[in-house]
């Protein structure tokens, strides 16, 4: 279905209250469904203007709105819920888990105090090495440089050869370049990043990057507050590289390395791991074993939509990934029904 004709039949579901009656009877029945949410960013435009728009998923006034939706209609639960379900226990009537990929700073700034607020709880999946080593996340990189370029058109060559116009625009290179950079088997990133550097003419350093990681990441004091506030940490690999692209020794210490990050840096077992720009590992041999040998129970996908509680496979486990553009009622019909998400 095209995007506009969902933002229609939503707006048409709310208004003839079949949203409010189905959530309604869902909170009577036993549930058969998981509604598990996916955001990156809570932010205001501008604060996104010089990396990824695309990361952002609601200003702090939506988030707020979308908290206190969620806190009337569903049952907020914590991975301990979930690990006790998995383990033979039950969930309550429309359970729904609020989940952060990536350790962006807005989600302390604005997200934790509306969680507060709202006395809701959510898991942050953190990229360890970007916060150790105050990195600009790869794909906020690739943004600032097309942004800050000085060049209207240029080109590169590795990993393979790309001409790249930005008169109209960066958002689409933008996304030539994530999807390469996301589909290049064993891609050196730092030779990737810097030849697309030079040939944008794009100014650069390691204390620009220091500064700008500084502006939009987590330190590991406030991850720490976030979970002295009562909100779950858990793993989102180190260095946020695309899984199945990855050879076996990396994908070793991608895994278990930022699972030993986040134990030293906090203090506590770490289960659960959302899969970096998160493709389902379902019919992937290779990489359940490599997940669940280095320790996580659980794993969670990206853009899968709403997860079927008789179809749940704890290494796979679906979510919606909450998009800035929606509108009130096309976030309730997409936490409804399936195939608004
Ligand atoms: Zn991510």
Known sequence: MIPGKRALLARLLDTTGL??????????LPPARLVVLNYHRVACPWECRDF?????????????????????EFTLIRLADLFEYLHGGSLPPNPALITFDDGYKDNYEHALPILQRHEAHAVFFIATDFIERRRLFWWDRISYTLKHATRRQFSINYPSSLAIDISDGVREPARQLHRMAGHAFALDFDRFLSELTTAAGTQWSDDLEHELADRVLMTWDQIRELRKSGMEIASHTRRHRVLTTIPDDE????????????????????????????????????????????????????????????RLDPLSISRLSIDSTWSASRFRGALSFSWLG
Do not use: C, M, W
């Open 52 to 72: 990824d728009d695309d990361v952002r998923d609601a200003s702090p006034e939506t988030f707020d709105r979308q908290i206190g939706l969620l806190r009337r």
């Open 251 to 310: 994908l070793a210490e991608e895994l278990a390395g930022s699972k030993a990050d986040l134990e030293v840096a906090l203090g506590f077992p770490v289960r659960a791991l959302s899969y970096p720009v998160g493709a389902p590992v379902n019919h992937l041999p290779r990489l359940r074993a490599a997940v669940g040998g280095a320790g996580y129970e659980v794993g969670f996908s990206y853009l899968t939509g709403i997860q079927s509680l008789q």
């Open 19 to 28: 949203t409010s009656l189905t959530l309604a009877i869902r909170r009577r």
